[in-house]
């Protein structure tokens, strides 16, 4: 018994040694080293980027959005197109309309100015955009149109529309500008009469031949002096009424005409 236990302890160390040997000494790919650690060649992967599952907050209504909210508000100057609304939503810039939380519905409203918090220059630069948009537009001379258009042929004006359209288009401008900064204290079609009527005063020529036509008409033709002398009259009023409703002046043709 003895000899038997000897001999098995002996092939037991020889198969360690064997075992020992084959594996480069317990430090093979799959083997493991003393004390039982485990020395398999591990590869190292890169960690796998994920998308993040957090979307961007929205940026905010679109300028659109925008132009068709103010283009409602500016239906009595824009005629719908929504041209000057476009215009005047770029001239503040869709960015800072969303910087200061302002909604398309505000913008069509009043007092805007203050939520965006416009300096005078600011405000100075947007008016002169303003009748700019107005001009290129075309947005004077459409209302400058339709208010001087007639049915009876007589009193049809409307070839007078584009001197109309010189005074009236910074009147619009201002009106868009005023009602920003809730300056504003009648309705927007009431501004838009009052405007049209000083731009009628601003347009000494078709005054002139308002007066002229009323001539023909009585069978009366006005002579050279005396359309130079309303020409002049009519001047000067236009230059007076730029900002407030003309008073007509009925004294104005018959001290002309002689009459």
């Not at 009595?76 to 476009?86: L, S």
């Not at 339709?146 to 009106?175: E, G, M, Q, R």
Request: glycine share 10%; with cysteine; charged share 20%.
């Amino acid at each position: 018994m003895p000899r038997i236990g000897g001999v098995a302890i002996l092939i037991g160390a020889a198969l360690a040694l064997a075992a020992c040997t084959a594996g480069g000494g317990g430090r093979d790919a799959g083997g493991t080293g003393p004390g039982g650690e485990d020395h398999a060649t591990t590869t190292r992967s890169t960690p796998r980027r994920t998308s993040s599952t957090t979307k961007p907050p929205p940026l905010g209504p679109s300028r659109a959005a925008y132009s068709v909210e103010f283009g409602k508000q500016l239906a009595d100057i824009d005629q719908g197109d929504r041209c000057v609304a476009g215009r005047m939503v770029d001239a503040i810039g869709v960015e800072r309309l969303h910087s200061a939380g302002v909604t398309p519905e505000e913008l069509a409203g009043r007092e805007v100015f203050g939520k965006l918090q416009v300096t005078a220059a600011e405000r100075a630069d947007l008016q002169a955009q303003a009748a700019e948009a107005v001009e290129m537009c075309g947005a004077g001379k459409k209302l400058a149109l339709d208010y001087l258009t007639d049915d009876d042929p007589t009193w049809n004006l409307t070839a007078f529309a584009p001197c109309v359209a010189v005074p009236l288009n910074p009147l619009l401008a201002s009106i868009i500008i005023r009602a920003w900064a809730g300056e504003l204290t009648g309705s927007l079609v009431d501004e838009v009469s009052d405007a049209l009527a000083v731009a009628d005063a601003g347009c000494p020529s078709m005054q002139v031949e308002i007066v002229a036509r009323a001539a023909r008409n009585n069978g009366r033709t006005l002579t050279a002096s005396e359309h130079a002398c309303l020409l002049a009259r009519y001047t000067a009023i236009a230059a007076e009424h730029r900002a407030a409703v003309p008073t007509d002046d009925p004294n104005i043709a018959p001290a002309c005409l002689g009459g």
